[in-house]
């Protein structure tokens, strides 16, 4: 694989959250930010080629909360499930003509951008077409899927989203200290629990 892959950041952003409350999660605020804001950091951080957010539920306000750095494409059927959010993603990378992309979560204030360098390192040395984060022995978010994917994803169905792909496919671990991999907001308790760990 050359060193010279075009690696995009897709961030899935278009949920309902319904499960938060009253008010959008993504633009609950953590540490004097929007949530959505802190889940886009890593992508940016990592010098990727570009970065894409999947709108939905409340799209104008979340674009707002973006760094400007960030394209925005829309998720019309966002209500459906995770998975369109996905497909929607997928397409992104394909119109940029990327070679990979790594999918992020919105709602994931805590991941390292040296995590997201890491998959896109494993990409480039070992060409593995999907390579995800290991954290004491635990699978994470987010995850890089080569373009050979990228029509799987936009067929995948439900809300597994990507993980779909993860039993037909050889999966790259890559072991990272960086236990953000795992640790995602639903609730407003959730964010009680991890704003401590999260402002660091």
Same mark, same amino acid.
Do not use: K
């Given at each position: 694989?050359?060193?010279?892959?075009?690696?995009? +950041? *897709? %961030?899935? =952003?278009?949920? &309902?959250?319904?499960? /938060?409350g009253d008010d959008q999660k993504l633009l609950a605020e953590l540490d004097g930010e929007p949530l959505v804001r802190h889940a886009a950091r890593?992508?940016?951080? =990592?010098?990727?080629?570009?970065?894409v957010a999947v709108l939905g539920d409340e799209r104008?306000?979340? =674009? @707002? #909360?973006?760094?400007? $750095?960030?394209? &925005?494409?829309?998720?019309?059927? !966002?209500?459906?499930g995770q998975a369109t959010t996905v497909a929607r993603g997928a397409r992104a990378a394909a119109d940029r003509g @990327? $070679?990979?992309? *790594? %999918?992020?979560? +919105?709602?994931?204030?805590?991941? $390292? @951008?040296?995590t997201v360098a890491a998959l896109v390192d494993a990409?480039?040395?070992?060409g593995s077409d999907i390579v995800v984060p290991t954290n004491e022995g635990r699978r994470g978010n987010?995850?890089? /899927?080569?373009?050979?994917? /990228?029509? #799987? %994803?936009? =067929?995948? @169905?439900?809300?597994? +989203?990507?993980?779909? %792909? /993860?039993?037909? !496919?050889?999966?790259?671990r890559v072991a990272v200290e960086d236990p953000g991999i795992h640790l995602d907001i639903? &609730?407003?308790?959730?964010?009680?629990t991890l704003a401590e760990r999260c402002a660091e």
């Open positions: 694989m050359s060193v010279h892959s075009s690696v995009v +950041g *897709v %961030l899935l =952003a278009a949920g &309902t959250a319904s499960r /938060f890593p992508l940016l951080d =990592a010098n990727l080629d570009g970065v104008e306000r979340v =674009a @707002a #909360a973006l760094p400007p $750095d960030i394209e &925005t494409v829309h998720n019309p059927v !966002y209500a459906d @990327a $070679d990979a992309a *790594v %999918l992020a979560l +919105g709602d994931m204030p805590c991941v $390292d @951008a040296g990409f480039q040395r070992t987010p995850v890089l /899927f080569g373009a050979a994917h /990228f029509d #799987a %994803l936009q =067929a995948v @169905a439900g809300d597994r +989203g990507g993980r779909a %792909l /993860f039993d037909s !496919y050889p999966v790259e639903d &609730t407003e308790d959730d964010m009680r």
